[in-house]
């Protein structure tokens, strides 16, 4: 064999130092001659005396390059060739064969066991040095492309959606591991077979019928569009909703489809117990829109009473919900006498309402038994704190006035103040509750008693809760008793709810107010 160092190193593979080359051959000096060659060249080396030995370091090491001897103990150079091709499986590992052997016959036999190479003994290490760099560029390009394959391969595995490639005959090229999982299929199982394997009737039918079509040169009705609803079915018979979207490419001359398929089985479910919950929803609604409309007619039955059109008084309710947590209550006593209240219970709405019809009972039952209005305030404490829950009360506010309007008897619980007004509509007076709201602790005598005042001619009670005087407008400032005092002097006495409710409206516009808002009026016309 020649001297290797007479080889033209004029280009350099240092950039090889990564792969690794298995030199094969039962003559020691031939290996040391190879071995100090390719070093000098940058590659990693092992080395083999036969055959047998060679599938045991291929085993070992895994070597990226072959050099083969044929005639050698044990076994030869094309078996060795042969087992070694085997264990390779998809990695590409060159094989060339380095032989003294040079009929035409030994050539074939070579590439019929798996060589990709032949060069004969004694060796041209300029030969040998040209078709390592050939080697060694292929080497790299096919590990470049076995990446990018596997790079691909495992983009398309962790696609959540099944991906799944078909030729123009509707026969299955590839398949993704999400696919496999969707259908409960193997690879092996799937590539090869038509995909009206995943279809139940009568999907394959229409499928086969829409190909041959569109191949054809038909419309398509599928392919390019989006998303459609279909059915697939799975290994074991079952079938299961999906969206498939399809879209064509041509690849080689070949025309291929991909499919992109999603498992809809669970946004299925869910939508149909939407549907479910949807329905259940509306019936629970409407069964609570009959509820509420009892109770509102019960609650507009206890409220609306003769009394409220008595000329002594003028008022206004806005309930911030459908139901009140206000009420303005008026009748006449036996006697003539005038009795009106305003009461705020907790809360607003339903449950607010509710609070104050027991108020509502006892106030029309007591009064027009005659019965005096410390008394009527003591009753009704009692009986708010028996029935009441904790945290739940009534705040009130309580006139009586005499038939001829000039005497008044007054009890404040809880409430905002109470203004008296004179003829003009100036604030004559300001009377600030002194008493605890109904229904939070028990009463004696001296929580009921109640205040006599004397009336001029003209003169007019204002009683309000706490949502007309607290509306606020957007920049959170609220209406306040200022401005209530103010368009009260400027407003005509028969005027003075309106202007209320228009300077109200006009500071936090119609229907914000977050509470119930009343006003009531008491005083001889």
């Known amino acids: 064999m020649p001297d290797p160092a007479s080889a033209p190193q004029a280009q350099s593979l240092a950039d090889a130092a990564a792969l690794k080359v298995l030199i094969v051959d039962d003559t020691a000096t031939n290996r040391q001659i190879l071995q100090v060659f390719l070093r000098k060249l940058g590659f990693r080396v092992d080395t083999a005396v036969n055959g047998a030995d060679a599938v045991e370091r291929f085993l070992a090491g895994a070597p990226d390059l072959v050099l083969m001897d044929v005639m050698m103990p044990i076994m030869d150079g094309y078996e060795a060739t042969r087992r070694i091709k085997e264990l390779c499986g998809d990695r590409w590992v060159p094989v060339v064969f380095l032989s003294a052997l040079d009929k035409e016959e030994n050539l074939v036999m070579g590439l019929d066991a798996g060589g990709d190479d032949y060069l004969h003994k004694p060796v041209n290490f300029v030969v040998l040095d040209a078709k390592l760099r050939s080697v060694k560029r292929a080497i790299l390009l096919q590990r470049t492309l076995d990446e990018t394959r596997r790079r691909t391969q495992a983009i398309s595995d962790n696609v959540i959606d099944g991906i799944i490639t078909i030729d123009e005959n509707g026969v299955i090229q590839s398949v993704n591991a999400a696919a496999r999982g969707m259908f409960g299929y193997t690879a092996e ?258 929580m009921a008693a109640t205040a006599d005042i004397e009336l001029a001619p003209g003169e007019q009670f204002v009683l309000f809760t706490d949502g007309l005087i607290e509306s606020a407008d957007a920049a959170g400032q609220e209406f306040g008793l200022a401005r209530l005092q103010e368009v009260m002097a400027k407003a005509a006495a028969d005027q003075r709810i309106d202007a209320v409710r228009n300077s109200l409206y006009a500071h936090t516009g119609v229907g914000n107010s977050h509470d119930d808002v009343s006003l009531l009026l008491v005083g001889a016309p």
């Open 189 to 446: 199982e799937m590539v090869g077979q038509n995909i009206k394997l995943l279809m139940p009737d009568p999907y394959h039918l229409a499928h086969e019928d829409h190909m041959r079509r569109y191949v054809g040169g038909g419309e398509a009705r599928i392919i390019g569009k989006g998303g459609r609803a279909f059915e697939g079915q799975r290994k074991n018979g079952q079938n299961f909703p999906i969206d498939i979207g399809v879209t064509e490419l041509s690849f080689e001359g070949r025309r291929l489809f991909v499919g992109i398929v999603r498992d809809v089985t669970e946004e299925r479910r869910a939508e149909q117990l939407l549907r479910d919950n949807a329905e259940r929803l509306q019936r629970y609604h409407d069964a609570q829109e009959e509820e509420n409309a009892l109770a509102l007619h019960i609650m507009e039955r206890q409220m609306s009473r003769p009394g409220l059109s008595d000329p002594f008084i003028r008022q206004w309710l806005a309930p911030a919900a459908t139901f009140s947590g206000d009420i303005i209550a008026a009748t006449r006593s036996p006697e003539g006498n005038l009795c009106v209240m305003l009461a705020d219970a907790t809360g607003h709405g339903l449950a607010a309402a509710i609070s104050v019809l027991p108020v509502l009972t006892l106030f029309y039952g007591h009064v027009e038994m005659g019965y005096p209005l410390g008394y009527i305030v003591m009753e009704l404490n009692r009986q708010l704190c028996a029935t009441m829950p904790p945290g739940r009360f009534v705040a009130a506010s309580f006139i009586c006035l005499d038939e001829s309007g000039r005497n008044a008897r007054l009890w404040q619980g809880g409430m905002p103040e109470i203004l008296l007004l004179d003829a003009a509509g100036r604030t004559r007076q300001i009377f600030r509750s002194q008493h605890l709201a109904l229904g939070i602790i028990d009463f004696d005598e001296s």
